[in-house]
């Protein structure tokens, strides 16, 4: 029997990318182990780290669907927009409008995450603490050098393939702490070839359920004020708190 974890830090990962799919492409399983022809890894990581250092911002429109293994289908999609900033003290800003088939805005900025449903007056508060620093998880591949990732993860290549259009080279990344990988047991993404960044992120759980992202009209280092990264919410709204 599936054990019942649905912890803050679970819910908070899967609330935010349940990250982060795609109408455009069927969902990509991996299986089994792939060469690294060339050294091809070292050459990913090479142009990511090139990405990495021209990086200030990301806005996209995405989709995402989660696959529940035990019922072998996906939920219905979700479609909106995302923004992602550096702030000047190195942490991430992250913005995530969901627009349909219910509004839902999430936000992190500074020890917060947000989580806004306005439909239903509700929302919820996540203090990130100690767990500020994997906010990113639901932006991997983006603007991130290659030397902080693989402090985190054991990083594999994984082939290539076309994604919405666009040639990709796919990397695996297992978690190295195993409290992170009792939340996802690997993220797999695909890296744009052209641009050295995320266009495909696919999350997945220890049971097989996951959560596949898909980022398309994709615009790198447009300005976005920090203020883009806040929320006023109603004073009607009900907000739950998790420290």
């Not at 109408?23 to 050294?39: K, M, R």
């Not at 693989?150 to 994604?163: A, D, L, M, P």
């Not at 050295?196 to 447009?222: A, C, H, R, W």
Request: glycine letters at 6%.
């Amino acid at each position: 029997m599936r054990p019942n974890s649905r912890l803050p830090m679970r819910s908070f990962f899967l609330g935010v990318t349940a990250v982060v799919v795609s109408l455009l492409i069927p969902a990509f399983i991996l299986s089994g182990e792939e060469e690294d022809p060339g050294g091809k890894l070292e050459s990913v990581l090479r142009h990511m780290e090139e990405s990495s250092g021209k990086f200030e911002s990301f806005t996209a429109d995405i989709t995402k669907k989660t696959y529940t293994a035990i019922l072998e289908e996906f939920d219905t999609p979700e479609r909106g927009r995302f923004y992602y900033k550096r702030a000047r003290d190195g942490s991430a800003l992250i913005r995530e409008e969901i627009a349909d088939p219910a509004e839902k805005i999430t936000t992190i900025k500074d020890d917060e995450a947000l989580i806004y449903q306005p439909k239903t007056k509700s929302a919820s508060s996540y203090r990130l603490g100690k767990h500020k620093d994997k906010a990113e998880y639901v932006a991997l591949g983006i603007g991130q050098s290659p030397a902080h990732l693989q402090e985190t993860f054991n990083i594999s290549y994984r082939g290539s393939e076309t994604v919405n259009g666009a040639a990709c080279s796919i990397l695996e990344l297992k978690p190295k702490d195993p409290k992170v990988a009792s939340i996802f047991a690997s993220i797999t993404v695909w890296i744009d070839d052209a641009t050295g960044v995320s266009k495909q992120m696919k999350m997945e759980e220890p049971f097989e359920d996951y959560v596949l992202v898909n980022f398309s009209n994709e615009k790198l280092n447009i300005k976005i004020d920090d203020s883009k990264f806040e929320q006023k919410l109603p004073g009607d709204v009900d907000i739950l708190r998790i420290n």
